[in-house]
């Protein structure tokens, strides 16, 4: 989940302009449209009583097209406040409905419904040589380095003589050593980089020589495939589309395994106690005291839409309004509740899991997993 990217957002007060904007340009008139849009969107946060800066700010913005957009199928999702637009980004695609919000906290739930887990996968292009590392994840693809390994003799020869043939006994040889190589090295990056899943792209022989030198936990998160290279030029829309399975397959992997915690409360070691929560009167208690741990956000729950009140810190929530003086907020503002308790959840540390299927998502759609406390976790 892209929790990083929206940290600006969550650390500073409100109120918030949240625009979801949708900037398909596939028509001749693209620009006159892109104005258009610019313009009703300003209308609609003016009217919702956003400040004139903050809409001049998102008006300029949505007249910007973004270097590398690819004007077909586009969303964007802005976030500004106090006259300064603090989060521009793409969306997957365009929202299913384009809105614009202005409220005390930002309506960051649907960009985090749209964008989902985003599992973090290291994808090693390797060779007998060596391999390069990339890291695809929530800042995008990074690159995480390379290995090179001993790079004489690597070619074998056609000749059939002894000789010959103890040359390439020795290549085969070199060919094993840099397979534990590049092993080592992707070990090593996969801890630092905090990856879920790792691709495997490069000739069948070489896949399977460095796949088998990895260590046994790290082989059922690897996957191979069986399009593209090191070399360039070798990358190609099927090596896309595998890294894009792969992480599919983990999203929905970790939300299985998130969901099932949440349903039967258990802790470390598998040990059962109190602690999940749901329903928005323990879900607020739990936001307050810093012990959410994994907040799940089922997008069209009946929980989420409803009103809470919080204030200017994100750990100052509550059911009614009445509840905030005793806070330190002396003037409680109205704010939806996925929202509310996004930002506090993201404000603590923790995780936040988007659950699209109903029937592992939490009954009103929200939920949370705590905390294990000095009081409660078990000895």
Known sequence: MRISLLQPVIDRPGPWASVYADISHSTEDAEKQQELTASATTAQLFALGADEATCGAVHEALL???????GEHSGRVLFAAHGEIVLDTPLPGPPATPFAAWGPVPRVTPFLAAVGDDPVCLVVR???????????????????????????????????????GHF???????????????????????????????????DARERHLVHDRLPEPLRALTYESEHGGRAPGAESTLVDRDIAQVRAVQEREHIAQVADRFRTGAGPGGKSAPHAAAGIPALIEAAREHRIDTLLVSPHGSDTARQVWVGSEADQLGVRGTELPYLGETRPAAARADDALVRSAVASGADIVVVRDPERAPSGGLGAILRWTDDTTPG
């Open 168 to 202: 390439r006994a020795k290549v085969e040889n070199t060919w094993e050593h840099n397979a534990g190589e590049i092993a080592d090295a992707v070990r090593k990056a996969f801890e630092e980089c905090g990856a879920e899943a790792i691709v495997l792209i490069g």
């Open 64 to 70: 910007t097209r973004h270097a590398g957009e690819s």
């Open 126 to 164: 390797l060779d007998r040589a060596g391999a390069d590392f990339a890291v695809l994840g929530e800042r995008g693809t990074e690159d995480a380095g390379q290995v090179s390994g001993a790079d004489w003799p690597l070619h074998r020869t056609a000749s059939g003589d002894w000789s010959e």
